[in-house]
């Protein structure tokens, strides 16, 4: 258990600049990815660091915390030098809620790129945020939806592109935060990126 005095920090790295995570259920087991805004990044992480990690020891924390979660993962690395863990506090979602009834006890772990889409790089049949086809977007000043009753001004949207390289998680816990002192992972991560800070 980590020094709770405040003088010690984590040795592993904490890794929090990626967008969120996303959860695919149409595989043999649901995916857990991880979304990178910069498919450069996104292969230097994999490479550098989850390739690294040996499946039995990837350990998966979800922290409960009101109406947001804490994501925290991590494992023990064959090249130590390179590991980090990652962390990031996002909004509870009917996605999230769907994985944690459906996951049972395993996932895959893969890596997304996450990329915004305007009106000039989208296919005609794209989704806007405000839910009509790129085709029924204005191609002039704006791009405003075409539609009456929508006050969409803007198009709007995004594309996530998946690894196909996959790790398997079996360690998954989901937590409520009073007990994360019991959870060496979780309580890391909430001491060094929360407590610690308060």
């Known amino acids: 258990?980590?020094?709770t005095s405040g003088t010690q920090k984590s040795?592993?790295?904490w890794f929090d600049d990626f967008e969120g995570v996303a959860y695919r259920y149409y595989d043999l087991r649901m995916n857990i990815i991880p979304l990178i805004s910069e498919i450069k990044e996104a292969s230097r992480i994999w490479y550098d660091t989850i390739h690294w990690w040996a499946d039995?020891?990837?350990r998966v924390r979800f922290v409960d915390a009101g109406n947001r979660y804490w994501f925290v993962m991590g494992a023990d690395s064959k090249k130590p030098e390179n590991n980090m863990s990652f962390y990031k506090l996002l909004p509870k979602s009917e996605n999230y809620e769907r994985f944690k009834k459906g996951h049972g006890g395993e996932a895959y772990l893969r890596l997304g790129v996450y990329i915004k889409e305007s009106l000039d790089g989208a296919k005609k049949s794209a989704a806007c945020n405000c839910g009509?086809?790129?085709e029924d977007h204005?191609?002039?000043d704006g791009d405003a939806c075409l539609y009456y009753e929508c006050d969409c001004k803007e198009f709007s949207s995004f594309q996530v592109n998946l690894f196909k390289r996959k790790k398997t998680i079996?360690?998954?816990a989901f937590l409520d935060e009073?007990?994360?002192?019991g959870d060496p992972l979780a309580w890391n991560c909430l001491y060094t990126n929360k407590y610690s800070q308060d």
């Open 1 to 3: 258990m980590p020094d």
């Open 11 to 13: 040795s592993i790295p």
């Open 56 to 58: 039995p020891y990837i």
């Open 132 to 134: 009509h086809r790129a």
């Open 138 to 140: 204005d191609e002039g």
């Open 170 to 172: 079996t360690d998954i």
């Open 178 to 181: 009073r007990d994360v002192k």
